[in-house]
C-alpha cells in the first residue's frame, strides 16, 4: 500500500487523534496507517462513535427486565408489549448540527432516528423531540429555534410519521449550544426482528439508497470537539436531508425484509460507510470486504477516504443471503432506489476496501470497535458556586401579590404552551394519536391490540447542574410521572446524555453521578435503560450547557380505554392532591426568600425563568415517588379517576392553571381550590416538589381513592372541585389567586406564537 | 364495494384510508401502485395523502404523469367515485380533474389541528349521509391548502354547488378566523360539475373513530357506500 499523505501531527490534530492513539493505530496495524485508513480510525474512534469516556459509566445502568428484547448495542432497544408485537425505540443527539444549520441539522437527526428503528425492521409509529434554546428574547435565539423546528416538521411530515410530543426549555446556556434530542419509536412482530450483523461469509454486502456525495465529511468528529468561531466554517459538515428518498427507503426496506432474504442491515449514519461496514462485521465476528468503484456516488473524482466518511443521508447497508440477491435487489428497483452490491462477507475479520480492486485500506473490525480506545477519564467535584445564588431576604415583610405573579409566570415559555411548535409537527397521520399533543405524556394506539404506548420525554439541566444524582433521578421520576398520570406503567427508557467536555474532570464527574442517579432511579422504577446516546463537548468558547440528561420513557397503557387525560373535564368534580403537599425545607424557604426579593416590575422578560434559577434542587424520596405513581395507577386502573395532572414546573399553582385549560373541543373551566394556611404560602403555591400529582374524580369516588393512598402510605389532600370559570385559589380563609380561566389561557397559549413575526 | 387506495412514491396516508375502509367500515380495500394501467375493477378510488415525489415542485404536479392517472382520469369521465384526500386533493387539482390551485398556507407554516368545516351540499355521493349546514370536527395537516381559483371560476363553483365543505367556527360560522389557511371563500373542498369527483383538504380517515377524538369523517366514507350500493 501506497502512503500517499504524510502523517503530521497536524493531521492528528485535524483528525482529533492524540498521539497516544496514534501509537496505538500502529501497534494494531503492525505499521502506520494511510490516510484513508487514519480517516477510518478517526471517526470510528471518535467520541460520537466509539463511546470512549462513556462506556465504563454507562456499564452501570439496568439494562435487563422482563420486558427486554435488545438492551444497548445494536441500532435501537427492543421491548416486548406482548400480544406477538415489540417495540423499537431510542433517542438521539443532534445537537451540532443543529447549531451550525438549524433546518438541516434537526432534519437530519430526524432522518437518523428514523432509520434507526427501521433498519432493525419496524416501521416508525412515533416521534417525538426534546429541544433546548437559549431565551426567546435574542433573534438568534428565535432564528434557531424556528429553523430546528421547521426542520423536525419538514422531515417527519415528509417521511410519515406522527410527532406525537417532547419538551422545550429555554435557558441562557443554550443559547450557543442548543440542543436537539430526537426520539422515535416503531412497531413490529417480536418474530420479525433484523440485526446489524454480517453473518454468513460469502453473503453479498448491498449498499441501498442515496448516493454518497462529499457531504458530512468529519460530522462525528465535529461533534466530539468544542465550537470556537470557526464553527459557521464547519457547514458543508452538516448533511442534507431528503426525506422523500427516506420514505421510499422505508418501504423498501420493509418490503424486502419481507422475502426472507436479508440476513443483516444497518443505517449508514454516523461515519457513514465506514461504521456500517465494520460494525456489522465487527458483530457477527466476521470481515467485510468492499470495492468503492461499486459505490453510488453523486460527485466525481471521490478519493476513498472521502467515500469511506462521507456521511450523506438516506442510506443503509444489508447483507443478502447469497443466490438471493435478485429477490432484494427487484424491491429496490420498484422503488426506484439505487441497491447495489459492492462486496461480501469474509472469515478473515478484516475490514478491506478496495478502489477498483487494489487495497486502500485494511483493518481488523474489532480494533474499530469493540477494541476501540476506553478512557477512565479523571473526575473531581466542581468547587465554587454551582448552587445558585441567593438574595439576601430583605423584603421579607412585604406581602406578595401572587395573583399578579401567576399570569406571569404562565407566560414564560418555559411554562407557556408550546401549541406554536406542535402545530407544524403533523401529530396525527398513521391515526393512532389517542392524546393529543399538551398532555402529561404523548399516547398512541397499537392497532389490533387494545393497547397503547405512552411515551414521555423529560431532563433537567438546571437541577442536574447543581446536583446531577438527584437531578438525574429527578428527570426519571417525572417521566415515569407522565406515563403513570396518562394510564401507563413504564416499561423502560432510552436516555440522551448532554454535556460539555469530557476531558475536563468536573464534567466527567458530573456525567458519572447523573449515571449512578439514573441507574438508581431506574432500577427503583423497574425501568432498564434499553440503549440512548451521549454527546460531549457540548461547549462554545469554554462555555459549556449545563449537564443534561434527558430520559425518554416508554409505557403501556392496557387496555386503551384507561388512558387519562390531565384536563378539568367536569363541573362539580372533585380535585385532590396525591403526595406531600409541601415540605418545610431548605428548598422551601429558598422558594420564599427568592418570590419575596423578586421584583416583577423591574423584570421585563421572563420572570418564571429569572426567579426558578435562583432556587437550589428539591429533594426526592424514589420510595415515596414509587408509592404516589402506584396509588395513580392502581386508581386509573379502577377507574375511579377523571383526569390526573404531573405537578412539577411553576408548581401547584401553574398545574391546577394548566388543568382549567380548554383541551381541542372541551371548553375551559375554572376551580375552586382552598389550601391549609399555616405554611409558607409561597411553596404551597409555586414549589417544585417531586412526587405530586393532581387528580380529579367524582366526588362518589373520594372514599376509594382515599383508601388506595392510605394503603400506600401516600399524603391524600382534597383541594376543592371543578367549578365555574375562575380558577381561585384560597390559603386559609385568604383568596389569594382568583384569575378568569379564558385569560390566564390566553397569556399561556399565545405567548410563544406572539414572539414570531407570522402569527398563523 | 371494493375500494381502491393509489400509492404514489412519498404517499402516507395510504394505510391510514386502507384501515379505515377496510377495519371500521368493513368494505373490501385494495392498494393500487402508481404504475398500475387499471384499477383492479374498484368501484370507488381514494387518492391520499402525503408527500407524492416529496412535494419536490409544486405538490402533486408530477404525481399527476403516473400513468395510473390516466385510468383515474377515465373512471372519473365515466362517473366513477374519486375522492382525493389533502395531497390527494392536490393531484387531482393539477390533474385537472377539479379547478383552481393550492397557494402556500397564509402563515407559511405546515398547519396540523382539528378544524370544524360546514357541510355546503348534501346533495353528492360523498356527503349524501350528512345535512346540509352540518358542522364536522376533522383534522387538517398540510403546508398548501390555500386554495384559490379565478373570479369566474370561484362564481362557476358557488353557482353549481361545487363548494362542498367550508372551514367554519364550531357554531358553523365561516369567519375569517375560522380559516386556517387563507384558503379563497374558506373552501376546504370542493367537487366537480358532475359531483362524483371530490378533493378535500381535511382528512377525514384521520377522524373516523372514537378514540381518535372524532368519527364525523365517517360519514364521508358511508355516503359512498351507500350511493355504491344504490348505484
Not at chain 1, 406477538?84 to 447549531?99: C, L
Request: proline content about 5%; some cysteine.
Amino acid at each position: 500500500m501506497i502512503t500517499e499523505i504524510q502523517i503530521t501531527p497536524e493531521i492528528l490534530s485535524q483528525h482529533n487523534l492524540s498521539e497516544e492513539e496514534y501509537f496505538r493505530i500502529v501497534k494494531v496495524l503492525g505499521r502506520q496507517p494511510n490516510f484513508t485508513e487514519l480517516g477510518i480510525f478517526s471517526v470510528m474512534w471518535s467520541e460520537h462513535c466509539s463511546y470512549k469516556s462513556s462506556k465504563v459509566h454507562l456499564k452501570r445502568l439496568p439494562t435487563r427486565g422482563p420486558h427486554v428484547i435488545q438492551g444497548p448495542g445494536e441500532n435501537a432497544g427492543i421491548i416486548d408489549i406482548g400480544d406477538g408485537y415489540a417495540i423499537a425505540f431510542k433517542i438521539e443527539s443532534h445537537n451540532h448540527p443543529s447549531f451550525i444549520e438549524p433546518y438541516q441539522g434537526a432534519a437530519t437527526g430526524v432522518g437518523g432516528i428514523l432509520r434507526d428503528i427501521f433498519t432493525m425492521g419496524a416501521r416508525p409509529v412515533a416521534a417525538l423531540n426534546s429541544l433546548r434554546f437559549g431565551p426567546l428574547e435574542k433573534a438568534e435565539n428565535r432564528n434557531i429555534m424556528e429553523g430546528v423546528v421547521a426542520g423536525i416538521a419538514g422531515y417527519g411530515n415528509c417521511f410519515g410519521v406522527p410527532t406525537v410530543g417532547g419538551e422545550v426549555v429555554f435557558e441562557e446556556c443554550y443559547s450557543q449550544n442548543p440542543l436537539v434530542n430526537a426520539f422515535a419509536l416503531g412497531l413490529f412482530k417480536k418474530d420479525q426482528i433484523f440485526y446489524g450483523k454480517a453473518t454468513g461469509v460469502g453473503n453479498p454486502v448491498i449498499y441501498v439508497g442515496a448516493k454518497t456525495g462529499r457531504d458530512g465529511i468529519h460530522g462525528a468528529t465535529m461533534a466530539s470537539a468544542e465550537f470556537d468561531e470557526e464553527s459557521e466554517s464547519k457547514r458543508p459538515n452538516v448533511q442534507v436531508g431528503d426525506p422523500f428518498l427516506e420514505k421510499l427507503l422505508l418501504e423498501a426496506c420493509l418490503e424486502a425484509m419481507k422475502t426472507g432474504a436479508i440476513v443483516g442491515i444497518q443505517d449508514m449514519g454516523a461515519a457513514g460507510l465506514t461504521c456500517s461496514t465494520c460494525e456489522m462485521g465487527g458483530r457477527a465476528a466476521t470481515g467485510i470486504e468492499i470495492d468503492l468503484q461499486f459505490v453510488p456516488q453523486r460527485e466525481t473524482g471521490m478519493t476513498p477516504y472521502e467515500i469511506m466518511l462521507s456521511e450523506s443521508q438516506e442510506r443503509m447497508l444489508l447483507v443478502a443471503e447469497q443466490g438471493r440477491e435478485e429477490e432484494v435487489l427487484r424491491i429496490f428497483r420498484k422503488w426506484e432506489i439505487d441497491a447495489v452490491r459492492i462486496g461480501r462477507v469474509t472469515a478473515d475479520g478484516l475490514l478491506r476496501v478496495k478502489d477498483r480492486g487494489v487495497v486502500v485500506a485494511e483493518i481488523p473490525n474489532r480494533a474499530l470497535t469493540e477494541e476501540a480506545p476506553i478512557y477512565y477519564r479523571p473526575m473531581e467535584e466542581p468547587q465554587g458556586s454551582i448552587r445558585p445564588l441567593r438574595l439576601p431576604s430583605s423584603a421579607r415583610a412585604d406581602k406578595l401579590d401572587f395573583d399578579s405573579l401567576l399570569p406571569r409566570f404562565l407566560a414564560s415559555p418555559n411554562l407557556a404552551s408550546k401549541e406554536w411548535i406542535y402545530r407544524q409537527y403533523d401529530h396525527m397521520v398513521r391515526t393512532n394519536t389517542v392524546q393529543l399533543p399538551g398532555g402529561d405524556a404523548a399516547v398512541i394506539r397499537v392497532k389490533g391490540t387494545g393497547k397503547a404506548i405512552a411515551i414521555s420525554l423529560d431532563g433537567n439541566g438546571r437541577y442536574c447542574r447543581q446536583d446531577p444524582h438527584l437531578g438525574a433521578q429527578i428527570a426519571v421520576a417525572e417521566a415515569c410521572r407522565n406515563l403513570v398520570c396518562s394510564g401507563a406503567q413504564p416499561l423502560a427508557a432510552t436516555n440522551c446524555l448532554n454535556f460539555g467536555n469530557p476531558q475536563k474532570p468536573e464534567i466527567m464527574w458530573q456525567f458519572s453521578r447523573v449515571i449512578d442517579g439514573m441507574a438508581e432511579a431506574c432500577r427503583a422504577f423497574g425501568t432498564p435503560v434499553t440503549g440512548g446516546n451521549v454527546s460531549f463537548y457540548n461547549e462554545t468558547l469554554g462555555e459549556g450547557i449545563y449537564p443534561t440528561p434527558v430520559i425518554g420513557m416508554v409505557g403501556l397503557i392496557e387496555p386503551v380505554s384507561q388512558t387519562t387525560g390531565s384536563r378539568f373535564m367536569k363541573e362539580g368534580d372533585a380535585v385532590v392532591l396525591l403526595g406531600p403537599l409541601s415540605l418545610e425545607d431548605e428548598y422551601s424557604k429558598a422558594v420564599s426568600e427568592t418570590l419575596h426579593a423578586l421584583r416583577p416590575s423591574e423584570i421585563s422578560g421572563d420572570l418564571y425563568s429569572n426567579w426558578v434559577n435562583q432556587l437550589p434542587c428539591p429533594s426526592l424520596s424514589l420510595n415515596i415517588e414509587r408509592q404516589v405513581q402506584r396509588s395513580c395507577l392502581q386508581a386509573i386502573r379502577l377507574a375511579l379517576l377523571v383526569s390526573a395532572h404531573d405537578c412539577s414546573d411553576g408548581g401547584l399553582a401553574v398545574a391546577l392553571a394548566e388543568m382549567c385549560f380548554s383541551h381541542y373541543k372541551k371548553p375551559s373551566v375554572g376551580a375552586d381550590i382552598s389550601l391549609p394556611a399555616g405554611i409558607s404560602v409561597e411553596s404551597l403555591l409555586f414549589g417544585e416538589f417531586p412526587s405530586r400529582i393532581i387528580a380529579t374524580l367524582e366526588p362518589d369516588n373520594l372514599g376509594a381513592v382515599k383508601k388506595i393512598a392510605e394503603e400506600n402510605s401516600v399524603d391524600f389532600l382534597q383541594l376543592g372541585y371543578v367549578s365555574g370559570s375562575h380558577l381561585r385559589i384560597r390559603v386559609g380563609d385568604e383568596v389569594v389567586i382568583h384569575q378568569p380561566a379564558t385569560s390566564l389561557e390566553d397569556l399561556w397559549r399565545n405567548s410563544i406564537g406572539g414572539r414570531f413575526k407570522i402569527a398563523l | 364495494m371494493k375500494f381502491g387506495v393509489i400509492i404514489f412514491p412519498g404517499s402516507n396516508c395510504e394505510h391510514d384510508v386502507y384501515h379505515m375502509i377496510g377495519k371500521v367500515l368493513h368494505q373490501p380495500v385494495e392498494f393500487i401502485w402508481h404504475q398500475s394501467r387499471d384499477l383492479a375493477s374498484c368501484e370507488a378510488v381514494v387518492v391520499p395523502g402525503g408527500f407524492s415525489y416529496g412535494d419536490y415542485l409544486r405538490t402533486g404536479a408530477i404525481a399527476r404523469f403516473s400513468p395510473v392517472m390516466e385510468c383515474v382520469q377515465k373512471f372519473a369521465a365515466t362517473g366513477g367515485l374519486v375522492l382525493g384526500i389533502c395531497n390527494g386533493f392536490q393531484i387531482l387539482l393539477e390533474a385537472g380533474l377539479l379547478p383552481g390551485a393550492m397557494l402556500k398556507n397564509r402563515g407559511l407554516k405546515y398547519v396540523c389541528q382539528h378544524v370544524s368545516i360546514r357541510v355546503e351540499s348534501s346533495s353528492t355521493p360523498f356527503t349524501s349521509a350528512l345535512q346540509t349546514g352540518q358542522v364536522l370536527s376533522i383534522p387538517i395537516g398540510h403546508m398548501e391548502g390555500n386554495y384559490f381559483c379565478d373570479d369566474h371560476t370561484l362564481w362557476e363553483l358557488e353557482a353549481n354547488q361545487q363548494i362542498i365543505f367550508r372551514y367554519c367556527t364550531p357554531d358553523g360560522q365561516t369567519t375569517e378566523a375560522a380559516n386556517p389557511n387563507g384558503s379563497l371563500s374558506n373552501i376546504a373542498g370542493i367537487c366537480n360539475r358532475s359531483r362524483n369527483v371530490l378533493g378535500m383538504m381535511p382528512h377525514p380517515e384521520r377522524a373516523s373513530e372514537p378514540i381518535l377524538n372524532s368519527s364525523d369523517g365517517l360519514m364521508i366514507f358511508e355516503s359512498m357506500v351507500n350511493a355504491l350500493v344504490h348505484s
